[in-house]
């Protein structure tokens, strides 16, 4: 079957693409912002990408289109698929109709954590050569890809709440039908389709009730967004995770500040100890988590815990992408305060006193709605320094949100890309940590502050 895909480098649709390609079907698809390590990857595995949303790119017409959650009417190429009367689905549902019948799916829910979290559950279950089928929403280090089909019963999906198309406004997760759920945390986000955090617990109950009462719910002890949730009903057993302080069935205890080492319970009992790559607070509840999921389907906890030992993280997750001149760059995908905060934190306690520069790009709905704009200056508090691109599109004052003035040389907001690197560039000096925060291409800052750091520091040598 020939399949296109409309906005096929989204982190969904671009491992959807994988899988239809292993699938034995004849894939391409466009997108209106092409940029790695999607790009790469859909590129590596012979996946044809057009540039924008042309009706033009239907002019050999496809069996079957799969349209993504960010399409909407009046857009061209959709239009086209209308006229045409092209066969359309969503992506959630070619992939619930196409590769999770018959599965055992462990879905991963959660407004932060998702990618890292289903990576973790995908990697345990690879190493104990169980081959799972998977597709996450980014980049595994550890994996080949970010989806694979897989031989085993078992497949891990990440479970977005957002919308599944512009002709199904539910949720993406139900679909998936799973019989393993993570529940990871709960907070208001997607602003563009949700007009409160209850319409997103709402959802979330809705997923609760497609979960069989054999099969299992993962939920932190604390979160009180959860709770409520599945006070809703919940037909299903909850094992609840939390740290040593709090009951709950999945316990740990830090064992170093940063999260690089800590020891998982399970009754009450010591199991096993984990020390790995990653560092903070947060990513040691993704690990809990993931664990309790492994176990669900038959893995021993010292051997999952041993998998994350191994456990590289994901692309665009806290991934140091150079070192130069002593000067550490790393790239994020946060972009809700939570997550920057958490990150940031993460980091502090990995890097201690030495200076951490944060450049955030407030790009999702969320936040061109303004919703978290009280929260956003506090975000950034384990950050000696601040830079900020106001969007043309923001809709609302960053400076004056941030409380960014001349004489707060700790936050600064920017008009553009260079004007961000011209800064930095002025500020930095050996030793400092500088973390891009974006859940998109921030205008390829990336490689441009690492060729201006280049060039300043050969500039120093032979000045």
């Known amino acids: 079957m020939r399949l296109f895909i409309l906005g096929i480098c989204g982190t969904f649709m671009g491992s959807l693409a994988l899988l239809a390609k292993e699938l034995g079907h004849?894939?391409?698809?466009?997108?209106?912002?092409?940029?790695?390590?999607?790009?790469?990857?859909?590129?590596?595995?012979?996946?044809?990408?057009?540039?924008?949303?042309?009706?033009?790119?239907?002019?050999?017409?496809?069996?079957?289109?799969?349209?993504?959650?960010?399409?909407?009417?009046?857009?061209?190429?959709?239009?086209?698929?209308?006229?045409?009367?092209?066969?359309?689905?969503?992506?959630?549902?070619?992939?619930?109709?196409?590769?999770?019948?018959?599965?055992?799916?462990?879905?991963?829910?959660?407004?932060?954590?998702?990618?890292?979290?289903s990576s973790m559950v995908a990697w345990i279950l690879t190493q104990q050569h169980d081959d799972p089928g998977y597709l996450i929403g980014g980049v595994p280090k550890n994996l080949p890809a970010s989806a694979h089909l897989g031989s085993s019963p078992v497949f891990v999906v990440e479970a977005d709440e957002y919308d599944s198309a512009f002709f199904d406004k539910r949720s993406k997760f139900i679909h998936y039908h799973p019989r393993t759920a993570i529940l990871n945390n709960l907070e208001f986000d997607h602003a563009d389709i949700f007009p409160d955090l209850a319409a997103i617990q709402t959802q979330f109950h809705y997923l609760v009730r497609t979960i069989p009462a054999e099969g299992r719910i993962i939920a932190?002890?604390?979160?009180?967004?959860?709770?409520?949730?599945?006070?809703?009903?919940c037909w299903t057993p909850v094992e609840n995770t939390a740290d040593r302080h709090t009951p709950a069935l999945w316990q740990f205890a830090l064992l170093s500040d940063d999260g690089s080492c800590f020891d998982v319970f399970y009754h009450g009992q010591k199991i096993a100890r984990v020390t790995w790559q990653q560092s903070g607070l947060h990513n040691v509840h993704n690990g809990l988590a993931a664990i309790?999921?492994?176990?669900?389907?038959?893995?021993?906890?010292?051997?999952?815990?041993?998998?994350?030992?191994?456990?590289?993280?994901?692309?665009r997750r806290l991934e140091q992408l150079a070192t130069v001149g002593h000067i550490s760059l790393y790239d994020d995908f946060?972009?809700?305060?939570?997550?920057?905060?958490?990150?940031?934190?993460?980091?502090?306690?990995?890097?201690?006193a030495q200076?951490?520069?944060?450049?955030?790009?407030?790009?999702?709905?969320?936040m061109k709605t303004g919703y978290h704009k009280d929260l956003l200056a506090n975000s950034t508090a384990h950050a000696n320094v601040s830079f900020w691109l106001q969007p043309t599109d923001l809709g609302w004052n960053l400076a004056e949100a941030l409380g960014a003035t001349d004489d707060n040389t700790a936050t600064r907001v920017c008009a553009s890309v260079d004007e961000i690197i011209?800064?930095?560039?002025?500020?930095?000096?050996?030793?400092?940590?500088?973390?891009?925060?974006?859940?998109?291409g921030f205008g390829g800052i990336h490689q441009k502050l690492i060729q201006a750091l280049q060039q300043q520091q050969s500039s120093t040598q032979y000045a």
């Open 26 to 117: 004849e894939v391409s698809g466009c997108d209106s912002n092409v940029y790695p390590p999607m790009s790469d990857q859909l590129r590596a595995n012979g996946i044809e990408l057009m540039e924008g949303y042309l009706a033009a790119h239907l002019q050999t017409k496809p069996d079957l289109v799969v349209i993504g959650n960010a399409m909407s009417r009046g857009n061209p190429v959709v239009e086209a698929v209308l006229n045409q009367n092209i066969s359309y689905t969503s992506g959630p549902q070619w992939l619930a109709e196409h590769v999770l019948v018959n599965r055992h799916v462990i879905a991963v829910a959660g407004t932060h954590g998702k990618t890292t979290t």
């Open 220 to 233: 932190p002890a604390t979160d009180l967004n959860i709770a409520e949730s599945l006070k809703k009903g």
């Open 292 to 315: 309790a999921a492994a176990h669900h389907v038959g893995i021993d906890i010292e051997q999952a815990c041993a998998a994350l030992c191994e456990f590289a993280g994901v692309k």
């Open 334 to 352: 946060a972009h809700h305060p939570t997550a920057i905060a958490t990150t940031l934190e993460g980091l502090r306690h990995k890097v201690g």
């Open 355 to 366: 200076r951490i520069l944060a450049i955030i790009e407030p790009r999702s709905n969320t």
């Open 422 to 440: 011209n800064r930095v560039l002025e500020t930095a000096q050996a030793g400092d940590h500088i973390v891009i925060m974006s859940n998109g």
